[in-house]
């Protein structure tokens, strides 16, 4: 099984300011024979069911505004928030879409007004 | 619009059983691969199960294998989980989630029913 980990576990962030959080995969999640790496992005409110950010890695769901951003390849990846909004906190989640269907999710990060 | 919508939660005890439902609607059901996911309180995401869009294949994470049956009727469009022999540790929201187009990423997801398994 792949196991997956996220860092930092909560972060304290004012309005305006860039948030970072990282995740790894016990494995690679790239798929080799179309070069996508399998790992999704989830923003979760308190109450609410997790919402789809990115899949692929680095592509936005439709209607995710841009200052959400992903990236990374292999086992290592990264989620951005450019410019944190009042809406933005919440705790947000990675998942490796690669091991079919056991998609396993990271342990969450949680984002907090600083 | 592209909804999931469960039921069937609540409050049983241990060794006991519970049938919970999904209604889809606003998309093509039995195109779709279906999941469940849990969350106990104030922790994470757990897969749990997931279905092909025909039936045919069904899948479980281990700690439910045995005990829970995912299952749905495509001419419904409505997504199950059988879930016998409850134990307190399987209390959590459940929720069920759409595959999306891309990347198998779960990109509709519904609010989710609470089971709580308690003495």
């Known amino acids: 099984d792949i196991v997956m980990t996220q860092s930092p576990d909560s972060l304290a962030v004012s309005l305006g300011e860039r948030a970072t959080i990282n995740c790894k995969s016990s494995?690679?999640?790239?798929?080799?024979?179309?070069?996508?790496?399998?790992l999704a992005w989830y923003q979760q409110k308190p109450g609410q069911p997790p919402k789809l950010l990115i899949y692929?890695?680095?592509t936005r769901e439709s209607g995710v505004p841009d200052r959400f951003s992903g990236s990374g390849s292999g086992t290592d990846f990264t989620l951005i928030i450019s410019s944190l909004q009042p809406e933005d906190f919440a705790t947000y989640f990675c998942?490796?879409?690669?091991?079919?269907?056991?998609?396993?999710f990271g342990p969450g990060t949680k984002v907090d007004l600083k | 619009e592209v909804q999931l919508l469960e039921s069937g939660g609540g409050l049983i005890q241990p060794g006991g059983s519970l049938r919970l439902s999904c209604v889809a609607s606003?998309?093509?059901?039995?195109?779709?691969?279906m999941t469940w996911v849990r969350q106990a309180p104030g922790k994470g995401l757990e897969w749990v199960s997931g279905?092909?869009?025909?039936?045919?294949?069904?899948y479980y994470a281990d700690s439910v294998k045995a005990r829970f049956t995912i299952s749905r009727d495509n001419s419904k469009n409505i997504l199950y989980l059988q879930m016998n022999n409850l134990r307190v540790d399987d209390t959590a929201m459940y929720s069920c989630?759409?595959?999306?187009?891309?990347?198998?990423?779960?990109?509709?997801w519904g609010q989710g029913t609470m089971v709580t398994v308690s003495s």
């Open positions: 692929w890695a680095s």
């Open positions: 998942q490796q879409t690669y091991t079919t269907p056991e998609f396993t």
């Open positions: 494995q690679s999640v790239l798929y080799s024979s179309n070069n996508k790496n399998y």
């Open positions: 279905i092909s869009g025909g039936g045919g294949s069904t």
């Open positions: 989630a759409k595959d999306g187009p891309y990347g198998n990423a779960f990109d509709v």
């Open positions: 606003g998309f093509t059901f039995k195109n779709y691969f």
